[in-house]
């Protein structure tokens, strides 16, 4: 069994900053990409950032500059470290991660449960 337990949300005013964490722990064989979404009430829930194995990353084009993924492989943690926040940013985000659970499975999604953002104006 798979768990990932984010923390780091809260709210906070226009142009402050959180840092998100998201842990991956149980029978994990290997890691590939892991990536954060997030979803305002009302919207479909879309990709805000992710970063492979090797490090490469991709952001949506309304983060760049501001958000910043990274990862800890040896940890199994991914971090969002977020900037110059705006009341747009303003959702539940989620943590995802393609994870193998034995070196002749497949990769699966799995996912957090969840961490509010409020950002206030």
């Known amino acids: 069994q798979v768990q990932l337990v984010e923390s780091g949300g809260g709210l906070v005013q226009a142009g402050g900053s959180l840092r998100l964490s998201c842990a991956a722990s149980?029978?994990?064989?290997?890691?590939?990409?892991m990536g954060w979404y997030r979803q305002a009430p009302g919207k479909q829930r879309e990709l805000v950032a992710d970063i492979t194995s090797g490090g490469s990353t991709n952001y949506r084009e309304s983060v760049k500059g501001r958000f910043t993924i990274s990862r800890d492989n040896a940890k199994n943690i991914v971090y969002l470290q977020m900037n110059s926040l705006k009341p747009e940013d303003t959702a539940v985000y989620f943590c995802?991660?393609?994870?193998?659970?034995?070196?002749?499975?497949?990769?699966?999604?799995?996912w957090g449960q969840g961490t509010q953002v409020t950002v206030s104006s």
């Open positions: 995802n991660a393609r994870i193998k659970t034995t070196r002749w499975g497949s990769f699966k999604d799995y």
């Open positions: 149980g029978s994990i064989f290997s890691i590939n990409a």
